[in-house]
């Protein structure tokens, strides 16, 4: 971790960038994005090609009108966003056992089919499937139906040339923002017809993914492994450099890190013919393509990224920056706060949590639990810190009851009470059921630890 003294706090970089939204990029043309950069401790501002010898000289005498201390601030040329998604005539696509494939069951990662009229469909990705107020549906990006941020009742189907599964039902209209008008997602909600299934918490998984800059991922369903399960969603900030995973249509099941975050983007709508602000969104370096809007991006709880079947729903892919092809989400606490009512898509539980005990065995955490109707392997989490950084992991699932960290080294067991300070772990387990059911964890057990001794062997 690299740390270096800031120049300025993140308390005056905000009130400058707040200062920037509402007095500039709203009320200004040619300005394209508004970001608080963490990393360069500076407020970014992005202006288009088009409009960047008019206003690279303009804007600093404005700033400092403002009060906003311009040496903190940094112009950038930059494009205006691209949404990923693209209207074609109907016409079949063959994609045999792949995600673009018709499927008995609708589930996140899917390809789907939009209704533009005249004959038009916009080819989209299913996010994941939700209850919206106890409603059954799913949502992708709005972009893909023809009237952004306004519920249209557009029909959508599954795969782009298969049934109608479902009509949109909520897209919430933006808010004037100056001469904008803005919305804190690109996200709508699609209700799915009457016999139609529903995997609610389910992401398509294919047979490998591929990082920025390494061309597309599979498209093909791994049939050892073909689901991650929704197990919880983003609660935290995400932070420049998190990892996170994206689902598409097009490029497949691509990897990025997280370059900007809380980013405002400023687009041109031609269905609409008005100019939208999209706010804090997320700029990543995972590849992606026409097809792609709508993709679920989520990510791994280990915090060394392993690849697990229990993801954290991160939100829904949305666009591209022009410039240099970075990738743009909505993040899912953004989403959900947008919709009237409760949003749910975290996968329903239909195992209990299994009933755990703790010991100490050979100066090692030492865990067994009770074997739970339904479940055939189970998932061991483990937290732990070493008086001043926290790691969380999870261990390859094990078909046991019983589990023995032999290289964490255990000093005292302290059952279900927290420990919050110097060296600990922490241990939960999660039981699942075949390939798609997961239970909710049991209840979390503390160890106080210490640094390993050579005399231990663990050394």
Same mark, same amino acid.
């Given at each position: 971790?690299?740390?270096?003294?800031?120049?300025?706090?993140?308390?005056?970089?905000?009130?400058?960038? +707040?200062?920037?939204?509402?007095?500039? @990029?709203?009320?200004?043309?040619?300005?394209?994005?508004?970001?608080?950069?963490?990393?360069?401790?500076?407020?970014?501002?992005?202006?288009?090609?088009?409009?960047?010898?008019?206003?690279?000289?303009?804007?600093?005498?404005?700033?400092?009108?403002?009060?906003?201390?311009?040496?903190?601030?940094?112009?950038?040329?930059?494009?205006?966003?691209?949404?990923?998604?693209?209207?074609?005539?109907? #016409?079949?696509? !063959?994609?045999?056992?792949?995600?673009?494939?018709?499927?008995?069951?609708?589930?996140?990662?899917?390809?789907?089919?939009?209704?533009?009229?005249?004959?038009?469909?916009?080819?989209?990705?299913?996010?994941? &499937? $939700? +209850?919206? *107020?106890?409603?059954?549906?799913?949502?992708?990006?709005?972009?893909?139906?023809?009237?952004?941020?306004?519920?249209?009742? /557009?029909?959508?189907?599954?795969?782009?040339?298969?049934?109608?599964?479902?009509?949109?039902?909520?897209?919430?209209?933006?808010? $004037?923002?100056?001469? *904008?008008?803005?919305?804190?997602?690109?996200?709508?909600?699609?209700?799915?017809?009457?016999?139609?299934?529903?995997?609610?918490?389910?992401?398509?998984?294919?047979?490998?993914?591929?990082?920025?800059?390494?061309? *597309?991922?599979?498209?093909?369903?791994?049939?050892? *492994?073909?689901?991650? %399960?929704?197990?919880?969603?983003?609660?935290?900030?995400?932070?420049?450099?998190?990892?996170?995973?994206?689902?598409?249509?097009?490029?497949?099941?691509?990897?990025?890190?997280?370059?900007?975050?809380?980013?405002? =983007?400023?687009?041109?709508?031609?269905?609409?013919?008005?100019?939208?602000?999209?706010?804090?969104?997320?700029?990543?370096?995972?590849?992606?393509?026409?097809?792609?809007?709508?993709?679920?991006?989520?990510? !791994?709880?280990?915090?060394?990224?392993?690849?697990?079947?229990?993801?954290?729903?991160?939100?829904? =892919?949305?666009?591209?920056?022009?410039?240099?092809?970075?990738?743009?989400?909505?993040?899912?606490?953004?989403?959900?706060?947008? !919709?009237?009512?409760? @949003?749910?898509? %975290?996968?329903?539980?239909?195992?209990?949590?299994?009933? &755990?005990?703790?010991?100490?065995?050979?100066? #090692?955490?030492?865990?067994?639990?009770?074997?739970?109707?339904?479940?055939? =392997?189970?998932?061991?989490?483990?937290?732990?810190? +070493?008086?001043?950084?926290?790691?969380?992991?999870?261990?390859?699932?094990?078909?046991?009851? /019983?589990?023995?960290?032999?290289?964490?080294?255990?000093?005292?067991?302290?059952?279900?009470?927290?420990?919050?300070?110097?060296?600990?772990?922490?241990?939960?387990?999660?039981?699942?059921?075949?390939?798609?059911?997961? /239970?909710?964890?049991? $209840?979390?057990?503390?160890?106080?630890?210490?640094?390993?001794?050579?005399?231990?062997?663990?050394?």
């Amino acid at each position: 971790m690299d740390i270096r003294r800031a120049q300025y706090t993140f308390v005056e970089l905000a009130a400058w960038r +707040d200062v920037i939204f509402d007095s500039v @990029l709203v009320t200004t043309r040619g300005l394209t994005f508004l970001d608080l950069d963490e990393a360069m401790n500076r407020v970014t501002l992005g202006v288009a090609p088009t409009s960047w010898a008019t206003l690279r000289s303009a804007l600093p005498a404005r700033l400092r009108a403002l009060g906003v201390d311009t040496n903190a601030v940094r112009l950038q040329v930059e494009d205006f966003m691209q949404p990923a998604t693209r209207s074609v005539p109907t #016409a079949p696509l !063959f994609f045999p056992q792949q995600i673009g494939d018709a499927s008995a069951e609708m589930l996140g990662g899917l390809e789907i089919g939009v209704d533009q009229g005249s004959g038009l469909r916009g080819r989209c990705t299913l996010g994941v &499937v $939700a +209850d919206l *107020n106890g409603t059954r549906g799913f949502i992708t990006a709005s972009h893909c139906s023809p009237s952004q941020w306004i519920t249209d009742y /557009s029909s959508v189907f599954q795969n782009f040339n298969g049934q109608q599964v479902g009509t949109e039902t909520q897209d919430p209209d933006a808010y $004037a923002c100056g001469i *904008n008008f803005c919305r804190g997602s690109d996200a709508a909600f699609f209700t799915t017809l009457p016999g139609i299934t529903t995997q609610r918490g389910l992401i398509a998984r294919t047979t490998y993914a591929r990082g920025p800059g390494q061309g *597309n991922g599979s498209l093909t369903v791994d049939p050892a *492994n073909p689901y991650f %399960i929704v197990a919880s969603v983003d609660e935290g900030f995400y932070v420049q450099g998190l990892t996170v995973q994206k689902m598409g249509v097009t490029t497949g099941w691509n990897y990025g890190t997280i370059l900007g975050t809380c980013v405002d =983007h400023t687009y041109w709508n031609q269905n609409r013919v008005r100019w939208l602000t999209t706010t804090c969104t997320y700029t990543a370096s995972y590849d992606d393509e026409e097809g792609d809007s709508g993709g679920p991006v989520f990510r !791994f709880p280990s915090s060394d990224g392993a690849v697990s079947t229990l993801v954290e729903f991160g939100g829904l =892919h949305f666009g591209q920056l022009a410039s240099n092809g970075n990738a743009v989400f909505s993040k899912y606490s953004r989403i959900a706060s947008n !919709f009237s009512g409760q @949003l749910a898509v %975290i996968r329903p539980t239909s195992l209990a949590a299994p009933s &755990v005990t703790g010991s100490i065995s050979v100066d #090692a955490p030492a865990l067994s639990w009770n074997a739970v109707p339904g479940a055939t =392997h189970y998932q061991v989490i483990r937290g732990s810190s +070493d008086g001043t950084t926290f790691r969380l992991q999870y261990f390859p699932t094990t078909t046991a009851t /019983s589990f023995v960290d032999t290289y964490t080294y255990a000093t005292a067991y302290y059952g279900t009470t927290p420990l919050n300070d110097g060296m600990f772990a922490y241990y939960e387990i999660v039981a699942l059921g075949g390939q798609t059911e997961a /239970s909710v964890p049991s $209840a979390v057990l503390w160890f106080r630890t210490s640094a390993l001794p050579c005399g231990s062997g663990k050394c």
